[in-house]
């Protein structure tokens, strides 16, 4: 399973730092991604990692902000986010990658090993 940590409270224009780390086995072979649920909406897309070769890619909302990275000496990946946005406030879920059915990473139904998320709240 995959656990994500990191998340808090922060004031509009802060950053934070998640972590997301693995139990149980390895997913350093696997491509991975970030997603987030906001109250009352469906979880969406924000980041994903390709270990084959290390391209990433994100969501137009956190462009330019948000960045993932990923340290497979410590089976970590993590999400660095600068300038953060009220409308960023979610949990925040890691998950590996186990269907490739589209080019683009951002399926949540292709992503499994979900885990308990971590709470990002923005406040303005």
């Known amino acids: 399973q995959l656990q994500a940590s990191g998340g808090g409270l922060v004031q509009a224009g802060g950053s934070l730092r998640l972590s997301c780390s693995a139990s149980?086995?390895?997913?350093?072979?696997?491509?991975m991604g970030w997603f987030r649920q906001a109250p009352g909406k469906e979880r969406e897309f924000v980041a994903a990692?390709?270990?084959?070769?290390?391209?990433?890619y994100y969501a137009d909302s956190v462009k330019g902000r948000f960045t993932i990275s990923r340290d497979n000496a410590k089976g970590t990946m993590y999400l660095q986010m600068n300038s953060l946005k009220p409308e960023d406030t979610a949990v925040y879920y890691c998950a590996a990658r186990i269907v490739y059915g589209s080019t683009w990473p951002g399926d949540r139904r292709e992503y499994g090993y979900w885990g308990q998320g971590t709470l990002v709240t923005v406040s303005s």
């Open positions: 149980g086995r390895t997913f350093n072979n696997y491509n």
């Open positions: 990692h390709s270990w084959r070769d290390g391209n990433t």
